[in-house]
C-alpha cells in the first residue's frame, strides 16, 4: 500500500452502491460511528452476528462494573461495623442478578436494533465477509459502499491451550457475569483485570476463590507497586493467589473441576473460570480481497484510522488497547475522516486505564520499565496515600501514587494511582499526560483540601503544606527525587 493511498480518503465511484458506508461488526463502536455517520445524512448499512452494541453492555464493561459496585458495598457494610455502627452483614446475590438482567435487557439487543433504525441505518444479521475493495458478502447476500468499509469486529475470549480444557464445562468471564448463584468455589485462570474484578467479586459474596496466574504478579501489565498492593489486598480478603503458576491440565472429578499446576500440584473448586485475555482472529474476514493481510495479527492503520484504499478500521482489531474507550475514541476520528472533517491524528501516549478491583487501580501512560526500555531517562516517586491528610481522614489501609517523569523535558510519561477511587483521582493526571503539563504547573497548584485528589498534590510537591507533609511523612524520598529536576 502506498503512502499516497493510505493517507488519502478514497473518491471513487460504486455505480448503484447500496450505502454510502458499511459498517463491518456493529459492537460499541460500529454502533457509536453508524449513528454519528447516519446523523450526518449518510446511508449505513450495520453487519453484525451478535449482540448489537457488543461486549460492552451486555458482557462486559456495564454489568460487571454493576457487580463490583455491589461487592463494594459489601465491603463498606463491614468497614462500617469496625468505626461507626454494630453491623452484621449478610450477602445476597440474587438482587444482584437481578440488576443484572434489567442492565443488559437479559442480553436482548431489540432495543438497540430498533435504536439504529430509527435512525435510518440498514442492520443486517450475520458474519459479513470482505469480498472485494468495497463489496461485502453475508451468505448469499453482496452489499456495495460508495464511500467505503469500516471494519470493527472487534475480538473474543483467549482460550489457552491447557490439556482436558475442551473436554469440561468451563466458565468464560461471560458466565460469571450471567450467574443465578455464586458457586461455593471458584478457580479463576488469569489474573488480568477482569479476572481479578469478577473473582473478588465471587469471593465478597462468600466463594473460596483461588487465582492462577503465569506471570510473577497480579495485573502483570501494572506497576508492580499497584500490583503487591491489590495482591495484599487479597490475601487480607482470603482469596489465595497463585503467582508464576501455570494451569497445565483441567478435568472434571465427581461434580468438581480439578486443576493440575506445573509441578503436579492439584487444587479442587466447583466451577473454573478462563479469564485469560483477548484474542483478534481476521483469518475469516477476506481482508485478501481488499489487499490487506488476513493473517496479521492486527490491522494496521494510520492516524486518521484508515487501512487501505477504501478502507478504515477501528477498535481491538487495530491492536491499540482491548479497551471500549480506545475504540470509541478511534470512532470519532474515523468519522471525522469520512465526513471530510478536521480532527486531532489518533495518538496513544495516555489511554487511561481502571481496574475496579478493591483497591482499585487507575493509571495512564507509560510504566516505569515502559519508559526506560523505550529509552527514557526517567524520574520516579512513590507515595504512600495512607500517609497524607485524606489517607487520614478516609482511614485508607494501602493505596500509592507513583510518577514516571521524564528527567529532560520534565513531563509526565505516566502515572499511577492504586486506593480509594483509584479511577476518579487519575483524572487529573490523565489530562496532566494527555495536554503534556510540566511538572511544575502540577507543583504550583493548589488542590481542594483534604479531597481524596489532595494527595496526589501532597506526593508532587504541591502548594498544599509542603513543610508540614514533610513532616508528617519523614521517609517518603519522592519529593526529594522530583525536586531534582524542579
Request: proline share 4%; hydrophobic share 45%.
Amino acid at each position: 500500500m502506498s503512502e499516497g493511498t493510505r493517507n488519502q480518503p478514497s473518491n471513487v465511484s460504486v455505480t448503484d452502491a447500496d450505502a454510502d458506508v458499511i459498517v463491518l461488526g456493529v459492537g460499541t463502536a460500529g454502533e457509536d460511528l453508524s449513528l454519528q455517520l447516519l446523523d450526518a445524512g449518510l446511508d449505513v448499512i450495520g453487519i453484525e452476528d451478535n449482540l448489537v452494541g457488543g461486549e460492552c453492555p451486555y458482557w462486559a464493561c456495564l454489568p460487571s462494573k454493576l457487580m463490583v459496585r455491589t461487592a463494594k458495598a459489601l465491603k463498606e457494610a463491614r468497614w462500617v461495623g469496625g468505626v461507626a455502627a454494630d453491623a452484621e452483614v449478610t450477602p445476597d446475590w440474587g438482587p444482584v442478578a437481578e440488576k443484572v438482567r434489567w442492565l443488559t435487557g437479559e442480553w436482548d439487543d431489540s432495543g438497540a436494533i430498533e435504536r439504529y433504525e430509527n435512525h435510518g441505518g440498514r442492520l443486517i444479521k450475520g458474519r459479513g465477509k470482505l469480498v472485494g475493495p468495497r463489496t461485502v458478502a453475508v451468505g448469499d447476500e453482496r452489499f456495495t459502499a460508495q464511500r467505503g468499509i469500516v471494519i470493527a469486529t472487534g475480538s473474543k475470549p483467549l482460550i489457552p491451550p491447557i490439556e482436558g480444557l475442551d473436554e469440561v464445562d468451563y466458565w468464560t468471564t461471560h458466565d460469571v457475569i450471567a450467574m443465578e448463584e455464586v458457586p461455593e468455589s471458584m478457580i479463576v485462570i488469569g489474573a488480568g483485570s477482569s479476572g481479578c474484578e469478577l473473582g473478588q467479586v465471587a469471593a465478597q459474596f462468600g466463594a473460596e476463590v483461588t487465582m492462577v496466574e503465569a506471570e510473577n504478579h497480579v495485573l502483570a501489565r501494572e506497576e508492580p507497586e499497584a500490583s503487591e498492593l491489590v495482591e495484599a489486598a487479597f490475601a487480607a480478603q482470603g482469596i489465595d493467589v497463585r503467582t508464576g503458576a501455570r494451569a497445565q491440565r483441567v478435568e472434571s472429578q465427581d461434580g468438581s473441576f480439578v486443576v493440575t499446576l506445573a509441578g503436579g500440584e492439584e487444587i479442587t473448586a466447583e466451577r473454573v473460570v478462563i479469564a485469560t485475555g483477548r484474542t483478534v482472529d481476521l483469518s475469516d474476514l477476506g481482508l485478501e480481497s481488499a489487499g490487506l493481510d488476513g493473517s496479521a495479527p492486527f490491522i494496521e492503520v494510520d492516524e486518521h484510522m484508515r487501512a487501505a484504499d477504501g478502507i478504515w478500521a477501528m477498535g481491538d482489531v487495530t491492536g491499540k488497547a482491548f479497551l471500549s474507550l480506545v475504540a470509541l475514541y478511534q470512532s470519532k476520528i474515523l468519522a471525522a475522516d469520512i465526513l471530510g472533517e478536521e480532527h486531532e491524528p489518533a495518538r496513544y501516549d495516555a489511554i487511561p486505564r481502571v481496574v475496579f478491583t478493591e483497591p482499585e487501580v487507575g493509571s495512564v501512560g507509560m510504566t516505569e520499565s515502559e519508559a526506560r526500555a523505550a529509552g527514557h531517562d526517567v524520574v520516579t516517586a512513590v507515595k504512600q496515600l495512607r500517609a497524607t491528610f485524606a489517607g487520614m481522614v478516609h482511614w485508607l489501609e494501602r493505596g500509592i501514587l507513583k510518577v514516571v517523569v521524564d528527567r529532560e523535558s520534565r513531563l509526565l510519561l505516566g502515572a499511577t494511582v492504586a486506593g480509594q477511587q483509584a479511577g476518579n483521582m487519575l483524572g487529573m493526571l490523565n489530562l496532566a499526560v494527555h495536554a503534556r503539563v510540566p511538572l511544575a504547573k502540577l507543583r504550583t497548584m493548589m488542590y481542594g483540601f483534604p479531597a481524596l485528589y489532595s494527595g496526589l498534590g501532597e506526593g508532587l510537591g504541591g502548594y498544599n503544606a509542603s513543610g508540614v507533609i514533610s513532616v508528617m511523612d519523614p521517609e517518603y524520598e519522592g519529593l526529594a527525587a522530583l525536586d531534582s529536576i524542579g
